[in-house]
């Protein structure tokens, strides 16, 4: 029953390194997702996709990467680290039969990312 | 854009007493969920009580429950009979067609 596991929990960087952020699921999900939580902020939409092949930018894309090569994995590629990515990072994912949004996110337990 | 507000950034409510966590939201879509997740300081985000807005029903579950006033925009979350376990982040979620937009958290302490 492992669910959504995100590695690394903390990670501290750098400014100017790179680093993945490392993402899978065993529950079969199409939907999988990258927010960040920065303090009073709520979460944030990094990014997304509907399956296998298929990425999509969400409300703050800036400084990232991501890639969906399986239904299983999405990591996220963080690039020429700065402070301002200093935040929580949430890997979630989703079932959506037929592509159609059902709504309920499973989470991971988050990752938390330091870039000094 | 699509936006969830929650204007009570606190709350404080005494063991076995029932506090409300209001929430308003703004979609564009027609049929649609609302999500209240809890998030205690383990960091872990769990689902709380999910509503669909075609159904006039409230949620209910257990001890928490919501009050859905779609034409409002309005999904405020019930938690009667406050247990010290219940103290955590509380975000509200609107479903945005693709992913769901979150609020900014009302933070609810437990006292008892």
């Known amino acids: 029953n492992a669910g959504v596991t995100q590695t690394p929990k903390f990670r501290i960087l750098k400014i100017g390194q790179s680093m993945t952020l490392q993402c899978t699921q065993d529950?079969?999900?199409?939907?999988m997702y990258w927010y960040r939580q920065d303090p009073g902020m709520g979460l944030k939409l990094i990014y997304y996709?509907?399956?296998?092949?298929?990425?999509d930018k969400g409300e703050v894309p800036n400084g990232y990467n991501v890639s969906r090569s399986t239904t299983e994995d999405f990591p996220l590629r963080l690039e020429l680290a700065a402070p301002s990515q200093t935040s929580v990072y949430f890997c979630?994912?989703?079932?959506?039969?037929?592509?159609?949004?059902?709504?309920?996110?499973?989470f991971g337990e988050g990752s938390r990312l330091t870039v000094l | 854009a699509q936006t969830v507000t929650q204007s009570q950034p606190e709350m404080s409510v005494q063991e076995a007493e029932t506090v409300t966590l209001s929430c308003t939201y703004d979609?564009?879509?027609?049929?649609?969920?609302l999500f209240w997740y809890k998030q205690p300081p383990s960091r872990q985000m769990i689902l709380v009580i999910r509503q669909e807005a075609y159904k006039q029903q409230n949620a209910t579950e257990n001890r928490f429950s919501v009050n859905f006033q779609k034409a409002a925009k309005s999904f405020s979350l019930k938690i009667s009979d406050s247990q010290l376990g219940d103290a955590a982040m509380y975000f509200c979620a609107s479903d945005s067609g693709y992913a769901l937009n979150f609020g900014k958290g009302t933070s609810l302490l437990v006292t008892p």
């Open positions: 996709s509907v399956g296998a092949g298929i990425t």
């Open positions: 979630a994912s989703s079932y959506s039969p037929s592509g159609v949004f059902t709504g309920e996110l499973f």
């Open positions: 979609t564009s879509e027609s049929d649609y969920y």
């Open positions: 529950m079969n999900h199409n939907y």
